[in-house]
């Protein structure tokens, strides 16, 4: 153990050996301020004052470019903490399925089911018509896994689209129900249990006959 110490001890000499000094010149720029104040001559002195001064009152200073895109750019206030909301009813205008040729971007019709009201007002009329994009699409795959639609971005004439949670999510009949107890029966015959995995889930639809629930939040700030 003695031993070890004292190579130990030896190795940090050896390597301090080659740590490199500080040079006058690094010494000079990691020295106070008061120090470097103190080797200046009167001369360096007065011209260092004249560079550094500050001008003593706020009309010296001069006025600072204006940036252009100051003006377009402005604080969005925005308050969401109201609950109330308005809840419309729509159902698609046409039957749809989804196929091989589905793909995000596409649009769907929607027609209002009943008028909705607030303090009076006609929001929405009976007939209405709006649109929604189809913004994602997930493919039914092996396992039983499903398709999935989710539609968004729905517009109305009198409501503001920054006040609507317009989501429409819509899946296929889910066979993962009858494909996971399937595997877990099969799985001590081995390898029947790996056949489970080529049943395919099945295709999203959205019929005329499905209630579509949207909502609008007349208190909420967007601005």
Same mark, same amino acid.
Request: charged share 25%; glycine share 4%; hydrophobic share 35%.
């Given at each position: 153990m003695n031993k070890l110490l004292s190579i130990l001890i030896i190795l940090f000499a050896i390597t301090g050996m080659f740590c490199p000094g500080v040079?006058?010149?690094?010494?000079?720029?990691?020295?106070?301020?008061?120090?470097?104040?103190?080797?200046?001559?009167?001369?360096?002195?007065?011209?260092?004052?004249?560079?550094?001064?500050?001008?003593?009152?706020?009309?010296? %200073?001069?006025?600072m470019p204006q940036n252009p895109l100051s003006e377009k750019l402005r604080i969005t206030k925005y308050d969401y903490s109201n609950p109330l909301k308005i809840p419309i009813y729509l159902h698609i205008e046409k039957h749809y399925r989804t196929n091989g040729d589905t793909k995000p971007g596409e649009e769907f019709t929607f027609v209002a089911e009943r008028n909705v009201y607030y303090n009076g007002e006609l929001l929405?009329?009976?007939?209405?018509?709006?649109?929604?994009?189809?913004?994602?699409? %997930?493919?039914?795959?092996?396992?039983? %896994?499903?398709? %999935?639609?989710?539609?968004?971005?729905?517009?109305?004439?009198?409501?503001?689209?920054?006040?609507?949670d317009g989501k429409f999510i819509k899946r296929g009949f889910d066979n993962t129900l009858f494909v996971l107890p399937l595997k877990w029966a099969l799985t001590p015959l081995y390898p029947l249990g790996s056949f489970s995995n080529i049943i395919i889930g099945c295709e999203a639809r959205i019929s005329p006959k499905d209630d579509i629930i949207i909502y609008y939040y007349p208190e909420w700030v967007v601005d």
């Open positions: 040079s006058a010149e690094e010494s000079a720029v990691n020295a106070p301020a008061e120090t470097l104040h103190k080797t200046q001559t009167p001369a360096q002195e007065e011209h260092f004052a004249a560079e550094t001064k500050l001008p003593q009152t706020c009309e010296q %200073i001069p006025d929405v009329k009976r007939g209405e018509k709006t649109t929604a994009k189809l913004t994602h699409f %997930i493919r039914r795959g092996m396992n039983g %896994i499903p398709s %999935i639609l989710i539609l968004e971005g729905f517009q109305f004439e009198n409501l503001d689209p920054n006040k609507l």
